[in-house]
């Protein structure tokens, strides 16, 4: 089962957490969340980064999740090590939810798939009949 580490501005991270397993269930295994202050050191910041993601260790890898390119959490989550950590950027409660379902495929998978949920949790709601739903719009988009 691949793990997760969320490396976020400010309680970002611990929110997209609380929604998580809301929407999931429950408790998330294997998750754990950075957030990264204003006035964090990056480098203390990746250190514990670090830690985090060896608390982690599964044979399966490693998924952070970081909210901004460019920015000091995505900036600290590329000077990670490890073969089996993969970053994907942009994190958002759809690519969240559509990682944390397919959890137990490879990482490139989950990578992949979550990619494809953030894409697909983006959507234009136009104007619908009265007894539509967003569901049921998004079933058709």
């Known amino acids: 089962m691949v793990a997760f580490l969320l490396i976020t501005h400010g309680s970002l991270?611990?929110?997209l957490q609380e929604c998580a397993?809301?929407?999931?269930?429950?408790?998330?295994?294997?998750?754990?969340?950075l957030s990264v202050d204003r006035s964090a050191d990056p480098e203390i910041m990746r250190e514990?980064?670090?830690?985090?993601?060896a608390a982690l260790a599964s044979e399966d890898g490693v998924l952070v999740l970081s909210d901004i390119?460019?920015?000091?959490?995505?900036?600290?989550?590329?000077?990670?090590?490890?073969?089996?950590v993969a970053l994907v950027s942009?994190?958002?409660?759809?690519?969240?939810?559509?990682?944390?379902?397919?959890r137990k495929l490879s990482l490139t998978e989950v990578v992949a798939k979550a990619v494809s949920g953030g894409r697909?949790?983006?959507?234009v709601v136009e104007a619908a009949p009265?007894?539509?739903?967003?569901?049921?719009?998004a079933a058709h988009a």
Request: aromatic share 4%.
């Open 90 to 102: 942009g994190v958002s409660l759809p690519m969240l939810i559509r990682a944390l379902t397919y």
């Open 48 to 53: 514990q980064a670090a830690q985090q993601i």
């Open 120 to 123: 697909d949790g983006i959507v």
């Open 13 to 15: 991270g611990k929110s």
């Open 21 to 33: 397993e809301h929407v999931m269930g429950g408790p998330l295994e294997r998750f754990s969340v």
């Open 130 to 137: 009265e007894t539509a739903d967003c569901k049921d719009e």
């Open 69 to 84: 390119y460019g920015a000091t959490p995505c900036n600290i989550a590329t000077r990670l090590p490890g073969a089996r």
